[in-house]
């Protein structure tokens, strides 16, 4: 899994609660990203970093905040979580912004 | 507008038997093409790159093709096994522009069943 790791796995949580995902890499990659990925929709661009406090929208943004305070860490959270966030997460990295490797996924479901 | 569309939808083999994934896309500036097999409850795992100089390339029973002039790439998968059922995903990516960053383009995947 090219060395991502990403935590929680499985969460479970109600509307309206904050959420946090994180996304923790021991590549020293410089771009780390956040994709959502829907039936019917495939994979979606949340959110980017290209560097230490280096963050930029995707095209999913809405609803989602990010930060990346050391290299190794990207942090995912819902400020108040909504059903239409019930997905699964996918954390990738890259050395290069035309490469990824993706984690292994965190299923959200909001109730 | 760039975009990655991938053909068929879903197929279903038998074991043992070749199978051919498409797809199309319109991006560019092109930088490359990879091929992504993604298990159930599991992400995404690279099988092949090709930049725009390459035609052919081969992972195991896994060949990728790329004609940059018709904006085409397939993935042939010859004896397929049982384990090759998964959701297989073209993404292509093209070269920033000025001070834009280079992105990745998804297609929605092409959902293989291999039966017994």
């Known amino acids: 899994d090219a060395g991502i790791t990403q935590s929680p796995r499985h969460k479970v949580t109600e509307t309206g609660t904050p959420v946090t995902l994180r996304c923790h890499q021991t590549e020293n990659h410089r771009y780390m990203y956040w994709y959502r990925q829907d039936p019917g929709h495939g994979l979606r661009l949340i959110h980017y970093s290209y560097g230490v406090k280096d963050t930029d929208k995707g095209e999913v943004s809405d609803g989602y905040s990010v930060s990346r305070s050391k290299t190794e860490d990207f942090l995912l959270t819902l400020e108040s979580a909504t059903s239409s966030q019930t997905s699964v997460y996918f954390c990738a990295i890259g050395d290069r912004v035309t490469e990824a490797f993706f984690g292994q996924g965190t299923r959200l479901t909001v109730v | 507008k760039n975009q990655v569309e991938q053909s068929p939808q879903s197929l279903i083999i038998l074991e043992g038997k070749n199978c051919t994934l498409q797809c199309n896309y319109t991006v560019s500036p092109f930088s490359n093409l990879r091929w992504y097999k993604q298990d159930t409850g599991r992400g995404p795992v690279s099988l092949t790159i090709?930049?725009?100089?390459?035609n052919t390339k081969s992972n195991g029973r896994y060949t990728a093709t790329l004609d940059a002039d018709t904006k085409q790439s397939s993935l042939h998968i010859t004896a397929s096994q049982l384990s090759d059922s998964a959701s297989y995903i073209c993404?292509?990516?093209?070269?920033?522009?000025?001070?834009?960053?280079?992105?990745?383009?998804f297609g929605r995947g092409t959902q293989l069943t291999v039966w017994p």
């Open positions: 993404v292509v990516s093209d070269y920033g522009r000025g001070s834009t960053l280079g992105r990745l383009y």
């Open positions: 090709m930049t725009f100089s390459e």
